[in-house]
């Protein structure tokens, strides 16, 4: 049962976007191949959710049902697909580049003895090998990479790979996997405040930094975001000024993102935070300074007051 | 408390990455080296820790001869002593490969924890941290914003999309720091003087009984894709403006 594999992702039992994402690259990927995907789905009580994959170009789904499988935890992800991976043998394991996948990736590279590119922007098949394609020193530089191990591993940088409806219905299989010792426990879980989007998995950001000058009137960016269904990013000047929590950092030493939409308010656009949104579909700048370097990034830019500007726009939109 | 604290030397944010002549490795010619961001943030971590609580931090870092500057910044803000894995074609390597090394020389040390910067800014894999938590069998608490050590565990806060979580494991246990943790510190001027006398040991990977083994294999690199000249946004008024901005997204861009 060789092929292409990936590892789904839910949460309360719901599959996540980019579990959707990754199946329709992986499918591509298989096609490539000669071979099909199969999908690792590790839940409680998901069975009947499982099908649904086939949507996205997934052949056969591998169920593992079981209490410790219920939400993500490192040591169950790593021992249970860690044992069905070495057991099924397949030549490819695509995951996200989510939070948990980040998490899992190296992981399950170590136990299974193999490389894994992270982070892709794009994949390919080369005689008949996987070729990864992965931003490096903050998307200054791609790299194309080959994995010579078994099987090769990527994940995939989430809102990048189009989701692809094929149709159909994936064949599911119980399988059992041992969650084995948990040595780390979630022993808590802090929702994030209602309606809140993650920046990783906008498809909007209304981002503001310095120019902002203020952490109040970022009300004006909330108002914004509120009428796109966006989320709200900064720029390290407004995050070390305190008027953004750390956690909305975007750049190098903040979140990648790659929204549909970027709108850059009060934002100069040093290299540091051109890292973390340079690969956006669509930027937007608002800057009143024409020479900002953000306006040489920005496909649309508005030379003019944020503050003029910024409330108008929430009007139109 | 026994904590190590691994370093990765990486280019400067600012600096300008050039591609160099083989198409598969940077240029490293006009390059500033600096200590990894987001490893200044574990060092600040382990220092707090042990004055709190007693014990010490070795610093561990491998790469090239230029890696002990990166060294010598975790020693003057305050560690114990260094280890540096010296490897003149380590930079670049796989991971994987590096986790093996790191994991040769951190095992006889017997740590209680042992930190990592969440990712490295130059490759951004954030692999080595997890890697090395398998291979030494050891639980991980990855990406965390705040974190308390006692008695023997590491309560950490780890914010996912849309939860924050909180995770706890027994010690020992691998950490790897993100931006909030704490405010790391400048090295002083008696610092850096001290960092001179503190105790840094050079090993090859053949010391370690280390064998390099890459899976990865980078056929090419290249500059990042162009995009197309951007326009500006006509209009008298800010009404205007914003009026023109919402067609574009709307109509020509069909973002929104
Ligand atoms: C190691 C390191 C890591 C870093 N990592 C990051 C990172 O991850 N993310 C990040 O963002 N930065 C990062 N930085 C910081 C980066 O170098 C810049 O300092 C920072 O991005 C600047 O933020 P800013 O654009 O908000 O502020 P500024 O550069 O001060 O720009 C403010 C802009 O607002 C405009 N403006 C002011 N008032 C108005 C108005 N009323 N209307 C319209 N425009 C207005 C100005 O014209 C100006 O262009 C890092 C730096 C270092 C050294």
Known sequence: ?317 | MNIVVCIKQVPDTEAVIKIAGDGKSIDTGDIKWVMNPYDEFGVEEALRIVKDQGGEVTVIGAGPARVVEALRTALAMGADKAIHIQDDDLYGADPIAVAKMLAKAIEPLNPDIIFFGQRAVDDDSGVVSSALAELLGLPQLSVVTKLEVADGKAKAVRPVEGQTLVLEAALPAVITAQKGLNEPRYASLPGIMKAKKKPLEVKTPADLGAERSDFIEIAVLNPPPDRAPGKTVEGESPAELAANLAKLLKEEAKVI
């Not at chain 1, 690259?25 to 009947?48: F, I, N, P, R």
């Not at chain 1, 005689?127 to 394609?133: R, V």
């Not at chain 1, 929590?245 to 934002?267: E, F, M, R, W």
């Open chain 1, 1 to 317: 049962m060789a092929g292409v594999w990936i590892i789904a992702e839910q949460r309360d039992g719901e599959f996540r976007k980019i579990t959707f994402e990754v199946a329709s690259a992986a499918k591509k990927v298989a096609d490539g191949l000669g071979t099909e995907v199969t999908a690792l789905v590790l839940g409680s009580g998901m069975e009947g959710a499982c099908a649904e994959l086939g949507k996205y170009g997934v052949a056969k789904v591998l169920y593992a049902d079981g209490d410790a499988f219920a939400a993500y935890t490192t040591d169950a992800y790593t021992n249970a697909c860690g044992a069905l991976i070495k057991d099924g043998g397949p030549d490819v394991l695509l995951m996200g580049a989510s939070m948990q996948g980040k998490d899992l990736g190296g992981r399950l590279a170590a136990r299974l003895d193999t490389g894994i590119a992270v982070d892709c922007t794009a994949l390919a098949v080369e005689d008949g090998k996987l070729k990864a394609t992965r931003p490096m020193y903050a998307g200054k530089v791609y790299a194309d990479i080959f994995i010579n191990g078994s099987p090769q591993i990527a994940s995939l940088r989430p809102n990048v790979f189009d989701i692809v409806e094929t149709g159909g219905e994936a064949a599911v299989e119980s399988v059992s996997a041992e969650a084995g010792e948990i040595k780390a426990v979630v022993a808590e879980v802090q929702a994030a405040e209602e309606g809140k989007v993650d920046l990783t998995e906008a498809t909007v950001i209304v981002s503001g930094g310095r120019g902002m000058k203020e952490a109040d009137n970022f009300k004006l960016l909330e108002e914004l975001a509120g009428k796109l269904n966006a989320a709200v990013g900064a720029s390290r000047s407004a995050v070390d000024a305190g008027w953004r929590s750390h956690t909305d950092q975007v750049g190098q030493t903040g979140k990648v993102v790659t929204p549909n939409l970027y709108i850059a308010c009060g934002i100069s656009g040093a290299i540091q935070h051109l890292a973390g949104m340079g690969s956006s579909k669509v930027i937007v700048a608002i800057n009143k300074d024409a020479d900002a370097p953000i306006h040489t990034k920005a496909d649309y830019c508005v030379v003019a007051d944020l503050f003029d500007v910024v409330p108008e726009l929430t009007k139109e939109v």
